[in-house]
């Protein structure tokens, strides 16, 4: 896939809200199947933009971030969300021994934060959401990789910010 304008989006969150709001938005965008990656050091809002997404989604219970158990699954009416956080893998070959390729197909949605502690074993990223620390807030950038994740980009047509 070529990369342009279209191909990027990015903005600021100002707080938890607008944090919650751009995983809502995303969570109108994404089609079963898609696989995202989510970027940022500790505490720049991995987990609270997948409690966005989830919520949005239709899930009820609370939203951990799975970072002692490696995976926290969530069956959903029209999909299954997967929720991994690889922080704590030493060896990308724990993926392999792990089992999670089996995660991933046409009913789930993937998200997968620290995914460089497993590269070169995952899915390809349909989306990459990198989110950072700025100021009393956060930025983001979400970058389509495939044309799955372009589609995603052309539906998620309001910047979050204005939500």
Same mark, same amino acid.
């Given at each position: ?5 279209? =191909? ?21 965008? !994404?089609?079963? @199947? ?5 970027? @940022? &050091?500790?505490?720049?809002? *991995?987990?609270?933009?997948?409690? @966005? ?10 939203? *951990? ?41 046409? &009913? ?8 460089? *502690? ?29 044309? !799955? ?7 998620? =047509? ?6």
């Amino acid at each position: 896939m070529e990369m342009d304008d279209t =191909s990027v989006r990015q903005g600021s969150l100002p707080d938890e809200d607008a944090t919650l709001a751009l995983g809502a938005a995303l969570a109108h965008a !994404i089609a079963p @199947g898609t696989v995202i990656y989510l970027w @940022g &050091d500790l505490g720049a809002g *991995k987990t609270t933009l997948s409690r @966005g997404l989830l919520t949005a989604l239709g899930h009820h219970g609370r939203v *951990k971030s799975p970072t002692y158990t490696l995976v926290e699954s969530y069956p959903l009416a029209s999909l299954t969300v997967h929720h991994f956080d690889l922080y704590r893998f030493a060896d990308p070959e724990e993926w392999e021994d792990a089992g999670f390729r089996d995660y991933f197909g046409p &009913d789930t949605l993937c998200l997968v934060e620290w995914p460089d *502690k497993a590269e070169g074993l995952l899915p390809r990223a349909d989306l990459v959401v990198e989110l950072a620390v700025a100021g009393s807030g956060r930025s983001y950038r979400i970058t389509a990789q495939t044309d !799955i994740g372009q589609s995603c980009l052309t539906r998620l =047509s309001t910047p979050p910010a204005a939500l």
